[in-house]
T-cell receptor
C-alpha cells in the first residue's frame, strides 16, 4: 500500500530535550516536505527536500532541522524544543512532476 | 506571495442538502493547481478534489464538485447530498506549477452536518 508514515503519532516532551520525528514514504517520491498545523493558521511549510541531500527552508524553519540521506526518509529534528513548537506536524511527499501531495497521519507534539 | 483565503470559519448543512464552501486566492502565476483537502477528527489529510488552472472544465468527484473562476481567483467546493461522514475541516490549497513549489493553505472551514 502506497503510504507516508510518521512516528511517533503523539509525543509529550519538555523544553530543551532534543527529539526527532521520523517520516518515511514507499512511493519513490523525490519531493518531501514538513508542515505544521496551528489553529486559525492552516498548514505552513517548515522544510522541504527535492531529493537526497537537497533540502531548503519553507515558511517557518526556525527551530527545526531536517536531513535527507535516503530517498524514502525525511526526519524532522528539534534540537531544543520550546513550547511554541507545540503543534500538529505533517510529513508529505509527491513526485517531482506530480501535482498531488500525499500526507502522513500527523504527529501531535506537546512541549511543556 | 501567494495567499489563500477561506472566509467561512464554520458552516452547517443538513443531511442530504447541498453546501458550498468558499475559497479565494491571490497569485500572479498563470499555471497552478488548486486543491480541497478534508481533515476529519482523525486528523488525516484527505485529498477531496483537484483542479489544474489551465483546464476550463470544473473538476468533479462523485458528490464533490468545484466552481473554478480563474479570472475572479475563486475556487469554491460544492458538496451535494451531504452525509454525516462529510463533517470535517476543509482546507483549500494552492500550488504553482514547478518542481520546488509548496502547498499554500487557507485557514480552513469547519463543516457540521446535522440530521
Amino acid at each position: 500500500e502506497a503510504q507516508v508514515t510518521q512516528n511517533p503519532r503523539y509525543l509529550i516532551t519538555v523544553t530543551g530535550k532534543k527529539l526527532t520525528v521520523t517520516c518515511s514514504q514507499n512511493m519513490n517520491h523525490e519531493y518531501m516536505s514538513w508542515y505544521r498545523q496551528d489553529p486559525g493558521l492552516g498548514l505552513r511549510q517548515i522544510y522541504y527536500s527535492m531529493n537526497v541531500e537537497v533540502t531548503d527552508k519553507g515558511d517557518v524553519p526556525e527551530g527545526y532541522k531536517v536531513s535527507r540521506k535516503e530517498k524514502r526518509n525525511f526526519p524532522l529534528i528539534l534540537e531544543s524544543p520550546s513550547p511554541n513548537q507545540t503543534s500538529l506536524y505533517f510529513c508529505a511527499s509527491r513526485r517531482t512532476g506530480g501535482d498531488t501531495q500525499y500526507f502522513g497521519p500527523g504527529t501531535r507534539l506537546t512541549v511543556l | 506571495a501567494q495567499t489563500v483565503t477561506q472566509s467561512q470559519p464554520e458552516m452547517s448543512v443538513q443531511e442530504a442538502e447541498t453546501v458550498t464552501l468558499s475559497c479565494t486566492y491571490d497569485t500572479s502565476e498563470s499555471d497552478y493547481y488548486l486543491f480541497w483537502y478534508k481533515q476529519p477528527p482523525s486528523r488525516q489529510m484527505i485529498l477531496v478534489i483537484r483542479q489544474e488552472a489551465y483546464k476550463q472544465q470544473n473538476a468533479t468527484e462523485n458528490r464533490f464538485s468545484v466552481n473554478f473562476q480563474k479570472a475572479a481567483k475563486s475556487f469554491s467546493l460544492k458538496i451535494s447530498d451531504s452525509q454525516l461522514g462529510d463533517a470535517a475541516m476543509y482546507f483549500c490549497a494552492y500550488r504553482r506549477a514547478g518542481t520546488a513549489s509548496k502547498l499554500t493553505f487557507g485557514t480552513g472551514t469547519r463543516l457540521q452536518v446535522t440530521l
